[in-house]
């Protein structure tokens, strides 16, 4: 009954260290750390990192299902304005930080997620304010 017991509390021990994140995340929710993946298990959900105005690896296209509750932890090497056009949502993202864009996924379609701000005026206007398109968000019925 003991080894029993033993290997359930290394089993537990084991799965609880591959769920919980690997890296903390502070008080108020940012994910302090070193590399970003564009899917992070660590923080649940969809993880993009904006340099140079552009999403890190060239990600255009993010897709998801209609009904899906939808998280996306935004990244940014300088303070950037983040507008998700038909769900008009927009967060600020600082440097250092991560910030988080949730929602329900409840329309479908194709809508794109824009940068605002001077430094993106009279660059590509397909977002539709002559804000530059970072990637954009599809979702599937």
């Given at each position: 009954?003991?080894?029993?017991?033993?290997?359930?509390?290394?089993?537990?021990?084991?799965?609880?260290?591959?769920v919980l994140p690997a890296q903390s995340a502070g008080k108020d929710g940012t994910h302090q750390g070193g590399k970003s993946p564009v899917?992070?298990?660590?923080?649940?959900?969809?993880?993009?990192?904006?340099?140079?105005?552009?999403?890190?690896?060239?990600?255009k296209v993010v897709r998801v299902k209609?009904?899906?509750?939808v998280k996306l932890n935004l990244m940014a090497d300088?303070?950037?304005?983040?507008?998700?056009?038909?769900?008009?949502?927009?967060?600020?993202?600082?440097?250092?930080?991560?910030?988080?864009?949730?929602?329900?996924a409840r329309v479908a379609g194709r809508f794109p997620v824009?940068?605002?701000g001077s430094h993106s005026h009279g660059k590509k206007k397909s977002g539709g304010h002559g804000e530059k398109v970072l990637f954009y968000l599809e979702v599937h019925p």
């Open positions: 009954m003991k080894s029993i017991f033993k290997v359930f509390c290394a089993f537990t021990l084991i799965v609880l260290f591959q899917k992070s298990k660590e923080m649940s959900g969809i993880t993009l990192q904006i340099a140079g105005g552009k999403i890190k690896g060239n990600k209609q009904g899906d509750e300088k303070t950037t304005e983040v507008h998700l056009h038909g769900y008009d949502i927009e967060k600020t993202v600082s440097p250092g930080r991560v910030t988080v864009m949730a929602f329900q824009t940068e605002h």
